[in-house]
């Protein structure tokens, strides 16, 4: 089969022929319409998350399953399918309790620790595999449907973590990137008042489109003041920081009102402070919050098939295309998610 592998960190990609994978017993393998190309895969590919090489990134994918292995039964040929992002093992006390991201066996990342979607065929455990629930035409919009997994189920998943509720004011940085934007349109979802903050502002049209009421760019000023200036002094509810930059963290706890809670996304995160005595005042929260869960999955794409959300994919190029791709992901070029069509 064709794939773009990655010999090694901030190389090209190379399209080569590998082997058609084979799947083992309680494996699948799925044939690839489209796989997402965000700023995570871009980070591997870049050097500066470690994985191993030589590599076949990406794990956004639509695709159809085309051979699954001994014992497998959740799946059969044909089955339309997404790809969850953990390799978590499904039966340990956290993926039992539909906490997958916290798995305590977890093999790590599709398209990281074991090869992705950047190629014809994918071979992943067959309970990786996530089957496309009735009423989402994955055929028609592969590009969009595959990128549920990630760009907007995990802003879905930000809703509960931080319980976010009508009418709270809610406050995303980083705004502007691929998951920022879904975030901003999944809080409008939840009926919140969100405010867009980033320096990007560029993609200022694209956030007021997905759902910011306001936007703010932290280059024009204290952010904190203008987030304070924007709730009339109280503050905001739930800060949602995908930046990860002490800058960042630091303003966004700092910005919270009473019973605020900061939302920390960011693989990245830096250090920060945060004032303590305000914290225990104003009963404040600082909450991690990785991936989502396959449960949190299939709603978000229930969601999109009742038309509730749709995904933001704004680019979508074919396979051989994927180094002037990541070009643009890199350079923060891309609004909302881009894709590689490899079918
Ligand atoms: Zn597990």
Redesign the pocket.
Known sequence: MKAMVLRGPNTPFELTQVPDPVPGPGEAVARVITCGSGLTIQHAKAGRRKIKFPRIIGHEISGEIVAVGAGVTSLKVGDGVSAYFYL?????R??LANL?PL????GGQVGMDCDGGYAEYMKLPAHIFIKYPEGLDYKAHPAEMGVITDALATPYKVLRRATVKAGETVAVFGAGGGLGIHQLMMAKWARARVIAVDVAANKFDACRKAGADEVVNPRDGDVVEALRDLTHGAGVDVAIDYVGATATLEAGVKALGRRGRLVILSGASQPFQAPAHAMLQKEQAILGSRYVTRAEVLETCDLVARGEVWPMVTDVRPLQEAEAVHERVEKGEVTGRAALRVA
């Open positions: 978590c093992c499904g039966h340990c956290y993926c997958e798995c305590l066996n977890s």
